[in-house]
């Protein structure tokens, strides 16, 4: 899995976003590639601090249980996975719009790196540390990447 704070591996993700095309198709999910993509920006905002959801009743029956197994396990996320309804993104159409502004919140993650990321809790995982953070959004990037053909 990419490191977003190595330079390399970001640019390799940021290649991912950009290869997805108008006519992308789900392979399996109910978003399209915009929405998908407006939805991934959603949770780098949470990476990077700039969105801050309370923690969810069953992130803190269950985050930390699953924590060590979903982040720090070396498996890809599953398809069909329930997705947070607070980072499902209504209506977005315009895919370059939303390919350019999730690139640039890659790119922001890797330049605040690890000591920018956030004190707060993860609003299901609960604290994270640095590289926790990193694992979790590459692999989340990998998961919408994938669903799409990138």
């Given at each position: 899995m990419d490191s977003l704070f190595d330079a390399r591996g970001n640019g390799r993700v940021v290649e991912r976003i950009r290869a997805i095309s108008p006519d992308a198709r789900a392979e399996w999910g109910k978003m399209s590639a915009p929405q998908a993509l407006a939805h991934c920006?959603?949770?780098m905002d949470v990476a990077v601090g700039r969105a801050?959801?309370?923690r969810s009743f069953i992130g803190l029956l269950l985050g930390?249980?699953?924590r060590?197994?979903?982040i720090d396990g070396p498996d890809?996320?599953?398809?069909?996975?329930?997705?947070?309804?607070?980072?499902v993104v209504a209506d977005p159409d315009r895919l370059e719009d939303e390919k350019s502004a999730l690139v640039a919140s890659v790119q922001r993650f890797r330049e605040l790196?690890?000591?920018?990321?956030?004190?707060?809790?993860?609003?299901?995982?609960?604290?994270?540390?640095?590289?926790?953070?990193?694992r979790l959004m590459s692999k989340h990037l990998d998961h919408h990447l994938r669903q799409f053909g990138a």
């Open positions: 920006r959603a949770a801050t959801p309370k930390g249980i699953f060590s197994k979903i890809p996320f599953r398809p069909n996975q329930p997705t947070d309804p607070r980072l790196g690890p000591d920018g990321m956030p004190d707060g809790p993860h609003p299901f995982f609960g604290k994270l540390r640095p590289d926790q953070w990193d």
